[in-house]
């Protein structure tokens, strides 16, 4: 009986319904057309590109550390979770009684994106075990694999406009066989499945909170499983945030009309513009470390090192014991050389309760949101 309500397609238009006659991946619809094609090989050659310029930089913690932290705070303000460059950077060096809620949301992002990483390379399977684990570490507890179920429906601000499944053996269902879609071949193009697997996800909304967040990870995961990415660096959320009710339409029409291919050119466009800014990026950061090498070689030759430029463009917020657990130095030379960048203009210093932290003005002037 399962098996035969997933199978048999029904235009979802009412959003009071739960959508229990939702059909497996793939769809029946054309999802290879010549315009999805050419919308693939432009992002296939922006994310290689993309990808190639994120290995010129010799330690990539140095991408990891701030690139992804962007992806959380922009992933979050979807979800109207709201802070600051600022705040977050210092969060990174405060008591954790001193961070704001919205901040420590955000830093769970990170978080929970680095454990999905961190799981998927140790060999762990792309699915419902690894999801729930990330959506724990952002709701900061244990969440139950079928959290949804009835009663869960997604507001708008015209009211209720989607209700998922929530027949227990649906559920289950479309579960295991989005996993087995996400594991089960190469075909089509890893890049167009990418779409269809976000929506498919977003549409079974399998937990009670965090679908959205767990979602954008997902992606972000699945190209790293798919050999695509090397580590956590294309920050999707800032061109969903910056395209939001185009967004929310495209999935929405996908549920009722079936609009697969505007979906998923929608998708195809994320990738190769935030790989083209992440590109960017990436270039600007790698020309700052050059410029700051070259500045120290000169100017503060007696304690120039790579390893302390390194240090101080792992994020732009830099304190003495960072210095130290590096091996740099120990807290007297540590201090000596943070003041020493200060003086010729590459960091500025700021006190926040008694400690006085180091900031690298341009990196961070590079990794913060422009509208702030």
């Known amino acids: 009986m399962v098996n035969k309500l997933l199978k048999k397609r029904m235009a979802h238009t009412d959003p009071n319904i739960p959508y229990n006659t939702m059909p497996h991946l793939p769809p029946k619809a054309d999802i290879e057309t010549i315009r999805i094609w050419r919308a693939c090989a432009e992002a296939k050659t922006s994310l290689a590109r ?17 690139i992804p932290l962007l992806e959380a705070t922009a992933s979050s303000r979807i979800e109207n979770i709201f802070t600051t460059s600022n705040a977050l950077y210092t969060a990174l060096s405060a008591p954790e009684e001193k961070i704001d809620p919205a901040t420590k949301e955000v830093l769970r992002y990170r978080e929970a994106l680095s454990v999905g ?27 139950d694999r079928r959290g949804a179920g009835a009663g869960t429906y997604i507001k708008g601000p015209e009211g209720r406009v989607y209700t998922p499944p929530d027949d227990p053996m649906i559920l289950e269902e479309l579960i295991h066989q989005l996993e087995d879609y996400m594991n089960g071949g190469r075909e089509p193009d890893p890049l ?41 660096t294309l920050y999707l959320s800032r061109y969903i945030i910056q395209h939001k009710s185009e967004y929310y339409l495209r999935l929405r029409r996908v549920t009722e009309n079936e609009e ?15 790989a083209d800014w992440t590109y960017d990026r990436i270039q600007a950061i790698k020309s700052l470390m050059d410029e700051t090498i070259t500045a120290c070689k000169e100017r503060l ?48 210093s700021i006190r926040i309760g008694k ?9 961070f002037e590079l990794l913060k949101f422009s509208d702030e």
């Open 50 to 66: 993309m990808r190639e310029a994120g290995r010129l930089i010799p330690n990539q913690r140095i991408l990891i550390s701030s």
């Open 117 to 143: 990483v961190g799981e998927l390379k140790s060999g762990k399977k792309l699915g419902e075990i690894l999801l729930t684990r990330v959506c724990s570490v952002l709701l900061d507890h244990e969440v």
């Open 192 to 232: 167009i499945r990418l779409a269809l697997i976000h929506y498919q996800f977003e549409a079974i909304h399998p937990f009670g909170d965090a679908n959205g967040r767990t979602g954008r990870i997902l992606n972000i995961l699945y190209l790293i499983n798919q050999n695509l990415l090397d580590i956590p």
């Open 260 to 274: 697969w291919e505007e979906w998923i050119i929608f998708m195809l466009n994320a990738v190769r513009e935030t």
């Open 301 to 348: 030759p007696k304690i120039y090192s790579y390893d302390l430029v390194e240090e101080i463009f792992l994020q732009p917020y830099c304190k003495p014991a960072y210095l130290v657990e590096r091996g740099i130095g120990n807290r007297q030379t540590a201090m000596k050389y943070l003041k020493a960048l200060e003086e010729i203009g590459i960091l500025a």
């Open 355 to 363: 400690e006085r932290i180091y900031v690298n003005t341009r990196l």
